[in-house]
């Protein structure tokens, strides 16, 4: 990954990027918001970006060369982008996958602040693509949101007991603190907590579907109490319909095992 | 010359203002086009704005699959030659005139009116995906097939995989459209995302 800043009367950069969002800006042209390693999220103007050379480039999730250049710096400035890997096209016959790639790029397009440098996080993007392609896809998306989290300041502490209890029996998290609480000292409080997941405790096996539901209702907690509660959309549209189809598969799941069972 | 024409308001200023709102033209395009039908007044000018006040007065949307006719429901519906056991469901009109072009399906259709798009705020209830499921539901002959002909994009499968989701406990058939190589496509300048989906889909060659 190269990253150039040149000496000339334009201001312009290289990185490679993820594409976050393309949202339509006149007839074919597109702003497009890119997470790239050095720049952090950074938009730029794409002209004919829906044309049909550039529409499969443009797709949420799919990692490109970018170049930027500006003749100021605070402008817009415009994109030249070329496909590096297309994430997209590999999870598209996945509906929960694909509902996973557009929440993340979703998350990070409205929650991080623009031209802000956050590698951890790109890479961590970065190997989320990667690990859409096994099976512990959505315990790593879960990890993910955490680290976003923290990555915004708001870090949650899954690793001891905020009560003084077990570290090893850790069972709730505190919707204040963000801390791990054991579930001997949880108890008398579990109505006001919220369960942690199995395969977050200290020396935990694989993650079950119900895991996953218990975690994304988890981060959600906070996207929604610490992120975005002062976004006047809230909680991203997409990420709210990965929760959804996530709860509706699992019913249906359910469902058939009472059936069977 | 655009301020000029802004400033005075004129039925011509006007003119060229509408025609350079619409897709694929900008002022100096809107300009010439109004030349143009100035100077063929009655050949051209008269009748197109007949036309537009006859299709604007009467074509209206199919109330069964969505399509644009003069009657409701439109002639695809009316036609008693067509398969009822199929319905293809489209995003828009124009992808109706892209498969009607073909002449290789004879089945019914059913237009949603657009994708679902979470970035630009298109939920299920802002599509006609319930009046599909009434539809289905309501048939005289129950279909035996849905084929989702949406786009190869983020939006357009997630639609699918939405519609798909919803059509699961009826028991019908879902099928979409192939993802891969173009006829005439040369593998190597195929980007690697159609590859991949080409790959991913590939059929017993014999």
Same mark, same amino acid.
């Not at chain 1, 890997?85 to 997209?88: E, Y």
């Given at each position: 990954m190269i990253k150039m800043h040149t000496a000339t009367s334009m201001e312009q950069w290289q990185d490679q990027g993820i594409v976050l969002s393309a949202r339509r800006h006149g007839e074919n042209g597109a702003v497009v918001s890119l997470l790239t390693?050095?720049?952090?999220?950074a938009c730029g103007y794409v002209r004919g970006a829906f044309s049909t050379k550039n529409r499969g480039t443009l797709e949420a999730g799919n990692i490109v060369d970018a170049q930027w250049s500006s003749r100021v710096e605070g402008n817009l400035g415009a994109y030249t982008l070329e496909l590096a890997?297309?994430?997209?096209a590999r999870v598209m016959d996945d509906a929960m996958k694909l509902a996973a790639l557009q929440s993340a790029c979703a998350l990070c397009d409205a929650a991080l602040p623009e031209r802000e440098t956050h590698p951890g996080l790109y890479h961590g993007f970065m190997a989320l693509l990667d690990i859409? $392609?096994? $099976?512990?896809w959505a315990a790593a998306y879960i990890m993910w949101e955490i680290a976003l989290l923290k990555e915004l300041g708001?870090?949650? $502490?899954?690793?001891?007991?905020a009560g003084g209890g077990?570290?090893?029996a850790l069972a709730y998290v505190s919707p204040k603190t963000g801390r791990a609480v054991s579930y001997e000292a949880g108890e008398p409080y579990k109505d006001k907590l919220l369960p942690l997941p199995?395969?977050?405790?200290?020396?935990s096996g694989p993650a079950e579907s119900e895991d996953i539901l218990i975690g994304l209702n988890l981060t959600y907690y906070f996207l929604e109490?610490?992120?975005?509660?002062?976004?006047?959309?809230?909680?991203?549209e997409a990420r709210q319909r990965l929760h959804l189809r996530f709860a509706e598969r699992f019913a249906k799941t359910e469902g058939s095992k009472v059936q069977t069972g | 010359m655009t301020d000029r024409l802004n400033s005075q308001d004129g039925p011509l200023e006007h003119l060229i203002r509408l025609l350079g709102? &619409?897709?694929?033209?900008g002022n100096r395009s809107a300009r010439r086009i109004a030349l143009h039908l100035l100077s063929k007044r009655s050949a051209l000018m008269v009748p197109l704005a007949a036309a537009l006040q006859q299709a604007a007065e009467n074509i209206k949307d199919c109330s069964t699959c969505g399509n644009l006719d003069?009657? +409701?429901?439109?002639a695809i519906c009316r +036609?008693?030659?067509? +398969?009822?056991s199929k319905i293809c469901i489209v995003a828009q009109v124009s992808d109706v005139w892209a498969i009607e072009r073909t002449g290789a399906y004879r089945g019914r259709y059913h237009v949603l009116g657009g994708l679902l798009s979470a970035l630009d705020g298109i939920?299920?209830? +802002? &599509?006609r995906i319930e009046s599909l499921i009434t539809r289905i539901e309501t048939a005289?002959?129950?279909?035996?097939e849905i084929i989702l #002909? &949406?786009? #190869?994009t983020v939006d357009g499968q997630s639609t699918a995989h939405y519609i798909a989701d919803r059509l699961l406990s009826s028991g019908i058939s879902v099928t979409r459209l192939a993802h891969g190589v173009p006829v005439g496509g040369e593998l190597d300048y195929l980007d690697d995302g159609t590859i991949t989906t080409a790959l991913k889909s590939r059929s017993a060659a014999a």
């Open positions: 390693e050095k720049e952090g999220r890997r297309g994430t997209a859409l $392609d096994s $099976d512990i708001f870090s949650l $502490d899954l690793t001891k007991c077990s570290n090893q199995g395969f977050l405790k200290p020396n109490h610490w992120v975005f509660t002062h976004h006047s959309h809230g909680v991203p | 709102g &619409l897709p694929g033209l003069v009657i +409701d429901p439109c +036609d008693e030659t067509r +398969d009822n939920g299920p209830q +802002d &599509l005289q002959t129950r279909p035996d #002909a &949406l786009s #190869a």
